[in-house]
């Protein structure tokens, strides 16, 4: 335990106040350990969350548990132990190679691919992502009205809704058109209610929307539109509808139904709605904000200047 406690206390001196005075003598150096850190800190987090998707987070559990057991044999001098888990640690090596080679490959040929750039949160534009969802979804609707199958999406803007999203099934899938469109399966758990959509993602299915109960509503209009109308009115959600009995598709936006709409027009809607409006006035926001911070530092440097 003494040479344990000797060699704990030289590392310490020799490495860590080594280092300390070091970044004393050279302050820079203090920014790129801030940068090495965050690196490193993010790579963890990173392979973490890969790790908990695939059968490797089993196997990191037991390497973490072997080295943490390799460690306190080694504190404890329990010789015959450090050696035989030293032994298997360095041989676990080419075993790990060889068992994980499918997925090693994998990991290597998707490098600069879509899939690896996503590893690293390096995804599409959020704006052009969004566009792309709202075309899966006129498929979805399209499908849904030629087989004259029911149907509410909503579409969650600016303002959240999630009290909304709690009353259905959690989802927590990327849009599809084949999902969306076998939710709303007749006779199936989840086709009543509706399907919300937040943040590029199927939030939640078989939610429960409040009811429009204007009396200037046309009579004929069903359940669907009226939930439909109903949260456009209490947000700035869009939702899409279609008949059960006709097959033809609405849409609500800002507590107005526009009936009938083709696919023509409900991709111009939604783009505008969704797409246009939001991500055109957060780009000038940006742009206000980044004029702001110009100009309050040309300021600066004019009084300091003046000083001088």
């Known amino acids: ?50 790790a908990k998707n695939s059968r490797a987070w089993q196997l990191l559990k037991g390497i973490m548990l072997l080295i943490i057991v390799t460690a306190i044999s080694g504190m404890l001098e329990l010789k015959i132990l450090n050696f035989i888990l030293n032994s298997i640690m360095t041989w676990g090596v080419f075993a790990l190679i060889v068992i994980f080679q499918p997925e090693l490959r994998r990991a290597l040929e998707q490098l600069g691919t879509n899939k690896f750039t996503r590893f690293f949160g390096i995804d599409k534009d959020i704006a052009t992502k969004t566009k792309e969802d709202i075309y899966k979804i006129i498929i979805a609707a399209q499908e849904l009205s030629k087989a004259k199958t029911g149907a509410l999406i909503v579409i969650e803007r600016d303002i959240q809704i999630k009290d909304i999203i709690a009353t259905g099934i959690a989802i927590d899938s990327e849009v599809s058109p084949q999902i969306l469109v076998n939710i709303f399966v007749p006779n199936t758990p989840l086709h009543d209610g509706a399907v919300v959509i937040s943040s590029n993602k199927i939030a939640s299915a078989a939610c429960m929307l409040p009811l429009a109960n204007d009396t200037d509503i046309a009579k004929e209009l069903g359940t669907r539109h009226r939930a439909a109308i109903g949260i456009s009115k209490e947000s700035d959600a869009v939702a899409i509808v279609v008949s059960e009995e006709t097959g033809k598709v609405s849409i609500a936006r800002d507590g107005t139904l526009i009936a009938d709409v083709k696919e023509e027009a409900l991709k111009k809607i939604l783009i505008k709605s969704v797409v246009t409006s939001r991500f055109t006035n957060e780009s000038i926001e940006k742009i206000s904000k980044l004029k702001t911070i110009k100009m309050a530092l040309k300021n600066k440097v004019k009084k300091i200047n003046n000083t001088k």
Request: net charge neutral; glycine share 2%; charged share 10%.
């Open 1 to 50: 335990m003494l040479n344990t406690n000797l060699s704990l206390q030289n590392f310490f001196q020799e490495n860590i106040i080594g280092y300390i005075n070091m970044l004393q003598e050279h302050p820079l150096r203090l920014l790129t350990l801030l940068i090495d850190i965050t690196i490193v800190i993010f790579l963890i987090i990173k392979l973490i969350k890969f």
